[in-house]
């Protein structure tokens, strides 16, 4: 369900991850090498005709699956239509705030294309040129505003490289399993 849901094999082209798990374990989402040992003991047993592990190896490994299972259910019931991101302070939800640092971030039903992005900054944040460390916005509209301080609002879909996207997914999945 998890692959079908957020686009694992997708993201994982995008992301040079090749294995559902490493991809998991990269997002926090799954610890693999539990779990990994019982595939391996899965494949061992139904394609190499190895005998099973002892019955309270098994127990161990029903234990297993079903704290991954529970772990990850808050994933396949439910996920997050977008995040937001507020610059750091100390009170972000004064009606000021509304003009400062403000990147919100959408995904779409098929969850590992490129995101949309909304952003409220202030002009140093913005650059029209490259920068490598920043993330490319194919912007759709741009509005120059003056209340209190400039700001700029942007409305576009992100172009970010497979690091960037890697942390993002990671600060979803994070937002996501502490619901």
Known sequence: M????????QMSKSLK?????????????????MLR????????????DSTPPSSDECR???????????????????????????????EPFLERRKYYPTVEVKFSEEFATTPQISAGLN????????NTDWITIEAIEIISLEVDEPHMLIRGK??????????????????????
Do not use: C
């Not at 772990?71 to 991101?85: A, E, G, K, M, P």
């Not at 992100?158 to 619901?179: D, H, I, K, N, P």
């Open 123 to 130: 002009p140093p944040s913005i650059s029209y040129e490259a």
């Open 60 to 90: 161990m490994f029903a234990d297993l699956v079903w704290y991954f299972l529970r772990s990850t259910d808050s994933l396949v019931r439910s996920h997050l239509d977008n995040l937001i991101f507020y610059a750091p302070g100390p």
């Open 158 to 179: 992100m172009s970010a490289s497979g690091e960037q996207m890697g942390l993002l997914y990671r600060a979803y999945f994070t937002e996501q399993l502490s619901w």
């Open 2 to 9: 998890l692959r079908k849901i957020y686009g694992l094999r």
């Open 17 to 33: 991850i090749k294995d559902d798990l490493e991809l998991l374990a990269s997002f926090d989402v799954v610890r693999p090498l």
């Open 37 to 48: 040992r019982l595939i391996d003991i899965r494949n061992f047993v139904e394609h190499q």
